[in-house]
């Protein structure tokens, strides 16, 4: 398997994650098929067509490979239908989120540098890629956004900071395909490591003032 | 009549029932006549501003012809003074409502294919042309999205099934303009139908078991 | 101080006082530091981002001078640690919030007119830029958008006013900075009228019949 085969394989492996937790959530409000399928697609896609959006790359990598739009679709059939199942694989599913957490926060990145926006500009589209599908999913499914609450363990921090590492190492002229995939590995890993731990961002100091 | 106005005034009138469907729940949101207004040209025209921005038609439809931002107006401007007559006119909106949810399908579906776009990808963005502005008209006035709701009738199954039939028609090169008219038809029919019967999507099978 | 080195320093300014108003926000809901974050940089900019999105202006202008960026992080900053102090400050950031609703509303519209746009969507659009952003606060923080509700103070009316009389001024060909700068100020004034009387916008006027 070839570097971009193994990028591609990945990538595919992180949307399925991203979609089952879209598709959970919509079981979990009751909605009907449409709303699973909706939201398994708008929280697989829609951090990176957010960044696309916004770099002006028409139409967004999401529209160009039909096998970005179908993956959610089966993520979506699945959960359908063998959700009590999914839902125990919870364990499973957290990983490959922090996989496709890892890797989206990377392409992303790299993207939007590729795309000419300066390094601050390009970790945030790196972060929005990541993260910007789970909070529409909160938005849709009207709960409050998970990425932003005190009681969910460290998401957005891991991916800010691998993002970080990739543009400084991009615009030093060092960014090999190896510290790439050592910057995914790192947030992924981080990711799971708070997850393990329960780590997680604080909330405004003073208010325990 | 020519086949071109005649499809023009039918736009306007999609966008009229739209836009009353926004007013209505601004109103009954108790929101100001600011709310009024942006739910009303929310609901209208926010389905196809998504299409547009994700294909990269810029400025979008709606931003070219002042007249798609004058009907939502008006409309929120007669829904203001007259809601209760229209809130009685239910069944009347319901149709014209129909009626926008099978023309937008097929003209969205239609654009996307024209920008170049892949069947699944024009399918898809058919769909959000024709249902987006209800799901951002409902986040806007923190409604469990309608379209997601088991106990809400069939509205986007009949969409996409009608932009399936307008995406292979349009591939095997024999989308005439009665064909489109033909799907649109359907899409309308299928969703008046779908009110009348009871029709609804269901929830995750597992669900019940 | 030249007058583009005014208007620059203005904007920074106003961005401050929206991103203050989404940190605060983001920390009444009890949100974590991302939150927190993301609140500053959404409500700052997204107003300006819809817009540019809409206009095909890649990237925004949001993400091609890093200060825009950097600003709402250190309003963000502040607020984390000093926001007893800065809600007590509440009278001095609304008037800076006045002040950025006159000026984005002001320099929203000429963009949008300078795209090439028609008079009313450049109003439109000049509106959005100066209360979009509040919007997408309220929806992330799950509260019915401020903007729409009966009992808040005039806030887009005068934005309205003010991007009608500079798209006015603009196609008549006498849009001077001093006439820019005057509908500024007559936004911001009319805005801080409105709190200080106590003016609001009418609900649906059959409601109380």
């Given at each position: 398997m070839s570097p971009d085969t193994a990028i591609y394989v990945l990538e595919l492996v992180g949307l399925f994650a991203f979609a089952t937790s879209g598709a959970l959530m919509a079981?979990?409000?009751?909605?009907?098929?449409?709303?699973?399928?909706?939201?398994?697609?708008t929280t697989a896609l829609g951090?990176?067509?957010?960044?696309?959006?916004?770099i002006g790359a028409h139409p967004p990598a999401a529209f160009r490979d039909p096998l970005y739009l179908v993956i959610p679709l089966v993520a979506a059939a699945v959960t359908f239908f063998f959700h009590p199942q999914?839902?125990?694989?919870?364990?499973?599913?957290?990983?490959?989120?922090?996989?496709?957490?890892g890797l989206y926060t990377v392409t992303g990145t790299v993207k939007a540098l590729d795309a000419g926006l300066g390094m601050l500009q390009a970790v945030i589209?790196?972060?929005?890629?990541?993260?910007?599908?789970?909070?529409?999913?909160?938005?849709l499914a009207r709960q409050t956004p998970e990425l932003f609450q005190t009681k969910s363990e460290l998401y957005a921090v891991p991916s800010a900071i691998g993002a970080?590492?990739?543009?400084?190492?991009y615009?030093?002229?060092?960014?090999?395909?190896?510290?790439?995939?050592?910057?995914?590995?790192?947030?992924?890993?981080?990711?799971?490591?708070?997850?393990?731990?329960?780590?997680?961002?604080?909330?405004?100091w003073a208010v325990r003032r």
């Open positions: 079981i979990r409000s009751d909605f009907d098929v449409v709303g699973i399928v909706v939201l398994a697609e951090g990176g067509v957010l960044r696309d959006v916004i999914v839902a125990r694989l919870g364990i499973a599913v957290l990983i490959f989120d922090a996989g496709g957490l589209l790196g972060v929005t890629t990541a993260v910007g599908g789970g909070v529409l999913r909160d938005v970080i590492i990739v543009a400084v190492a615009q030093s002229g060092w960014l090999l395909p190896a510290a790439a995939a050592g910057a995914a590995v790192f947030v992924s890993s981080f990711r799971l490591l708070a997850l393990w731990r329960g780590w997680r961002a604080p909330g405004a």
